[in-house]
């Protein structure tokens, strides 16, 4: 089974292109026991097709997705893209 690139699918779920993302690192929230890559890391990662993002804590840290909302100077929507990959995590699980 083919899968699409992990760009393709934040682009197609939340009509983000991440590529706006200049690496800034103004995203990164203070660190949290539940985060193990900081957010600037997680876009390099979806940018790369990095699948290692998926299972990543993270990810799955309901306390960084709260504050990702409002991470981004650069407009990106960094809650829906974690959203995204939240699904696309799913989804892969899914038919495995």
């Keep these: 089974m083919s899968t699409r690139s992990l760009r393709h699918v934040v682009k197609a779920t939340t009509g983000q292109d991440i590529y706006r993302c200049r690496g800034c690192q103004l995203c990164d929230i203070q660190s949290d026991t539940d985060m193990d890559i900081p957010l600037t890391t997680i ?7 990095d699948e290692e993002v998926l299972s ?8 960084v997705l709260e504050e990702s909302a409002r991470a ?5 929507n960094l809650h829906t893209l ?3 990959l939240r699904a696309e995590a799913n989804q892969r699980n899914a038919f495995e």
């Excluded at 876009?43 to 097709?49: E, H, I």
């Design 72 to 76: 981004c100077k650069r407009g990106l």
């Design 43 to 49: 876009v390099q990662m979806v940018m790369f097709d």
């Design 56 to 63: 990543c804590r993270t990810l799955w840290s309901e306390r």
């Design 82 to 84: 974690l959203l995204a």
